[in-house]
């Protein structure tokens, strides 16, 4: 499976990777413990069994919108086999079109979460199959509380078997 994914500003990066740390220090479920390489704050546009070379040039015209503005605003929780934290991205004008424009783009994703309407963007700051409540509200970071403001600068695709990462648009 392919990802095709936006990558904030350096300074989100690093308020995110914080945050990360933060959890990990207070005992909590964190991505600061994934140590892979391609591992790095990040929202999920869509799903795709693969990047065909000929949606290539409809997808570097749609992403050359970027940068694009980027707000960070509560938390979310996920629930199912692994319950999830995350930092709420605000859906704007800007960002829904991008989001439906490359869904539209590599259509065999097959994945509904990232159909426009149920599509809930989202930065993920841990995540468990822990059956116990592993974030409790009062010790999440202070930072998690106040709004941010940032940009996408940058898009790149995942590749789960070969666990890469190719830079969007070459």
């Known amino acids: 499976m392919r990802t095709v994914e936006l990558l904030p500003d350096e ?14 220090q207070a005992g909590m479920p964190s991505l600061a413990g994934h140590r892979h390489p391609t591992n790095r704050p990040h929202l999920t546009l869509t799903t795709a069994s693969e990047l065909p070379w000929d949606a290539r040039p409809a997808l570097s015209s749609a992403l050359s919108v970027l940068p694009l503005p980027l707000r960070l605003e509560h938390t979310l929780r996920f629930d199912g086999r ?47 199959r822990s059956q116990a ?3 409790p509200p009062a010790l999440l970071p202070a930072e998690l509380s106040e709004p941010w ?14 666990r890469t990462v190719e830079r969007l648009p070459q």
């Not at 300074?11 to 990990?24: G, I, K, N």
């Not at 999830?84 to 065999?108: H, K, M, N, S, T």
């Open 11 to 24: 300074a989100t990066e690093a308020r995110v990777r914080r945050v990360w740390e933060r959890l990990a």
């Open 82 to 128: 692994t319950s999830v934290l995350a930092w709420r991205v605000v859906r704007d004008a800007g960002l829904a079109a991008l989001q439906r424009q490359v869904r539209e783009l590599l259509p065999d994703a097959g994945n509904p979460l990232f159909e426009p309407d149920d599509w809930v963007p989202h930065l993920t700051l841990g995540r468990t």
């Open 133 to 135: 409540d592993p974030w």
């Open 149 to 162: 403001e940032g940009a996408f600068t940058r898009a790149r695709s995942y590749d789960t078997e070969g």
